[in-house]
């Protein structure tokens, strides 16, 4: 499956972005799609999941200000950021993988092309 990752921009802290990880070629039925980011100088970084079933998960650092959602039609995948923080600041990955999602980013053999979000103070 081919990604699209879109809606990144330029906020303040405080403030909201939706990103939105577009599927073409085929829909994300059976697939597990998560969100990563990389800010400069650091590894890549497990966001969130959403599995076939819409079963999510998130990591620690973004509970109860993100979260992720998949549309009926199955070709897209969003990720809702509310409250952000400078330190979110980072450019963002979507990737997908079949069946069940992982928070380890070389379990994901589709990714995005990643787009950036940064958050000022």
């Known amino acids: 499956v081919q990604l699209q990752a879109s809606g990144g921009g330029s906020v303040q802290a405080g403030g909201s972005l939706r990103l939105s990880c577009a599927a073409s070629g085929r829909t994300f039925s059976n697939y597990a799609v998560a969100w990563f980011r990389q800010a400069p100088g650091k590894e890549r970084e497990f966001v969130g999941a959403?599995?076939?079933?819409?079963?999510?998960s998130l990591a620690d650092s973004v509970k109860g200000r993100f979260t992720i959602s998949r549309d009926s039609a199955k070709i897209t995948v969003y990720l809702q950021m509310n409250s952000l923080k400078p330190e979110d600041t980072a450019v963002y990955y979507c990737?997908?993988?079949?069946?069940?999602?992982?928070?380890?980013?070389?379990?994901?053999?589709?990714w995005g092309q990643g787009t950036q979000v940064t958050v000022s103070s």
């Open positions: 990737a997908a993988r079949p069946l069940g999602s992982s928070s380890v980013a070389a379990m994901y053999g589709s």
């Open positions: 959403i599995t076939w079933s819409e079963s999510t």
